[in-house]
């Protein structure tokens, strides 16, 4: 058996690829699933805002598509909103302060749905889960989990509609946040019945080091999947690419 470490990587299938959105941008992106096995249940994942470092590598999120796909059998879909570079390369268009977004999470939902994506699930982290509350209450979409989210762009008619869905939504709360905290977030999530505010004691923003990326990944794939048994943190040695 071997330690899961913060740069493992896990064996997944994964591939390259383009969403296309509605006003006619190419966002590039990676699909990442399960080895041997269709997925169970996929994540959309929403990165930061990329005026402020966020791309689709932003941690939590590789780390959830280095790991999840063989630890709960899970499809992970990241991409590069409008106008924002990483590695993979950059998507055309250039940012526009959440409203043209819209388009970019239209095109993931589309993807996954065209694709035959199991129970889509929208994984937003900061400016992501504005996207997730703003254009993600899709009929596609079973629900949306939201780490370190600000409410900055998102406004109260945003959480009414997704109420009136009945779609779930858990949000994850740093403690120590610098721009929304639990007890300050559970009083705005309120239009939003159905939100399960979660505050994580010790957690900052940016979820730093591996005792919090593991509290978010263990709370991810308990919405997501809340029959799968407790993550394991050692692997056979055979999964581990790196």
């Known amino acids: 058996m071997e330690q899961i470490r913060a740069n493992t990587v896990l064996a997944a299938r994964r591939e390259e690829i383009e969403l296309h959105t509605a006003d006619g941008l190419t966002l590039v992106g990676e699909l990442a699933l399960p080895a041997e096995r269709d997925p169970v249940a996929t994540l959309v994942t929403l990165h930061p805002l990329p005026t402020h470092g966020g791309f689709m590598d932003s941690h939590v999120l590789k780390k959830a598509s280095y790991r999840l796909p063989a630890l709960a059998d899970l499809a992970v879909l990241r991409f590069n909103t409008r106008g924002t570079s990483s590695p993979r390369g950059t ?25 035959e ?9 900061s400016f992501g889960t504005d996207l997730a509350l703003m254009h993600g209450a899709d009929p596609a979409v079973e629900g949306a989990i939201l780490l370190s989210p600000p409410l900055r762009f998102a406004r109260e008619e945003h959480l009414r509609h997704w109420a009136q869905t009945g779609k779930p939504v858990l949000a994850l709360v740093p403690e120590l946040d610098d721009y929304l905290r639990p007890q300050e977030a559970r009083r705005r999530f309120a239009p939003l019945k159905q939100a399960e505010v979660v505050g994580v004691d010790g957690a900052k923003h940016l979820w730093v080091g591996e005792t919090f990326v593991r509290r978010a990944l263990e709370e991810i794939v308990r919405a997501v999947t809340p029959d799968h048994d407790p993550l394991t943190w050692e692997v056979d040695a055979s999964l581990v690419l790196a």
């Open 91 to 115: 998507s055309e268009g250039a940012f526009d302060e959440a409203d043209g977004e819209r388009f970019d999470v239209a095109a993931a939902i589309e993807f996954a749905e065209f694709h």
């Open 117 to 125: 994506l199991a129970h889509p699930w929208l994984l937003g982290w």
